[in-house]
């Protein structure tokens, strides 16, 4: 099993930036990708980036590209999503999510996720 720990959402005006960080925990060494998604009232789960677990490949989804950045720091199991440019439309619940066997933009095949955390842009 594996476990995922989001923090670092908030409150941010427009045009500002937050730094998410997920805290992977448990059998970390099964997992192939860790992602992002998040989620607004009355909307479907949407993929933001994913990042494998070695660090060596990025992939990002067009509506979030060139404003928000995915890393890992493996001496601490975190992968971060750097927020920048924040928009009111951004305003959403963040989750973290981890996959052993895929690699993929679809939340379906993720095997664990995180409690998620609330990022909110007011204009």
């Known amino acids: 099993q594996v476990q995922l720990v989001e923090s670092g959402g908030g409150l941010v005006q427009a045009g500002g930036s937050l730094r998410l960080s997920c805290v992977a925990s448990?059998?970390?060494?099964?997992?192939?990708?860790v992602a992002w998604f998040r989620q607004a009232p009355g909307k479907e789960r949407e993929f933001l980036a994913h990042i494998t677990w070695s660090g060596d490949n990025t992939y990002y989804a067009d509506s979030v590209k060139g404003r928000f950045t995915i890393s890992r720091d493996s001496a601490k199991n975190t992968v971060y999503l750097q927020m920048t440019s924040l928009k009111p439309e951004d305003t959403a619940v963040y989750y973290c999510a981890a996959a052993s066997l895929t690699t993929t933009t679809f939340p379906r095949p993720y095997d664990y996720w995180g409690q998620g955390t609330q990022v909110t842009v007011s204009s």
């Open positions: 448990g059998r970390t060494f099964s997992l192939r990708t």
